[in-house]
């Protein structure tokens, strides 16, 4: 009889440890769902058919009018609090642009973020990875951008709507220099588009924000098509900035 009862508040202690030691980790664990891949692509108005151009603005760069307006659309995904460390593929640099400026100008586009929302972002060094894949790196490349100037390739779990990964191809088929900001909507380089005005733009997308794509938003950020010279999408627009707050 005593052997019976030593036996059983043995296995009552065990248990009770047990499920201390258990149900925090499992009343915290998420279903995080299945890995979802959206790709977005930042359009040059040059590429359009002639019968999508229709009231659309020209191909040139355009002073800024209308930065206050409240307009934004969400991905359906969002940043992790944690934030995400990119890499720098070297090897697909143009010649033109070093390592230090490019470096600069994407650090100048994450910062803009950072300043207007929870965003945050890591330089994690450089990569001799080539191609956007699902490989645990936040490639930040040039290369294939679907035809368009840039793409941002994210992936992000379907049950909690976070970011698992995001990479941002610049394309290698077009030229591209880097000019401060302060040279004014339009003081890019002649026949070039910068490096920090599309990068803005893509950061937006990690964001969790979407093309706009109405004529009324064309000096937002996140306005869904890009010219060469244009550097006003280096600054937020209002629109840009409601939507960053919104998370």
């Not at 359906?76 to 640099?93: H, R, V």
């Not at 060094?125 to 930040?140: E, F, H, Q, Y």
């Not at 964001?207 to 000096?219: E, K, P």
Request: glycine share 10%.
């Amino acid at each position: 009889m005593k052997i019976w009862q030593k036996s059983t508040y043995s296995l009552m202690i065990f248990a009770l440890l047990t499920l201390i030691s258990v149900t925090p980790f499992a009343s915290q664990a998420k279903d995080k769902g299945q890995l979802k891949e959206v790709v977005k692509i930042y359009y040059r108005y040059d590429d359009l058919p002639d019968f999508q151009k229709k009231g659309k603005p020209v191909a040139q760069c355009t002073q800024s009018t209308n930065e206050n307006v409240n307009d934004f659309g969400l991905t359906g995904w969002y940043m992790p609090a944690s934030g995400l460390t990119y890499k720098i593929s070297t090897s697909t640099l143009p010649s033109n642009i070093s390592l230090v400026d490019f470096r600069n100008a994407i650090a100048n586009s994450t910062s803009t973020w950072e300043a207007n929302s929870s965003s945050q972002w890591t330089y994690g060094g450089t990569t001799n990875i080539k191609r956007s894949a699902k490989d645990g790196v936040n490639l930040v490349a040039f290369g294939s951008a679907s035809g368009g100037i840039a793409v941002t390739r994210t992936w992000y779990w379907t049950g909690t709507g976070e970011v698992a990964e995001s990479d941002m191809i610049f394309s290698s088929s077009l030229a591209w220099s880097i000019t401060s900001p302060s040279a004014g909507d339009c003081g890019g380089a002649a026949n070039t588009y910068d490096v920090q005005n599309i990068a803005t733009h893509e950061f937006g997308h990690q964001v969790g924000l979407n093309d706009l794509y109405s004529s009324t938003d064309r000096d937002l950020t996140m306005y869904g098509y890009g010219t060469m010279r244009e550097l006003k999408k280096d600054s937020l627009g209002t629109g840009d900035i409601s939507g960053a707050k919104s998370f």
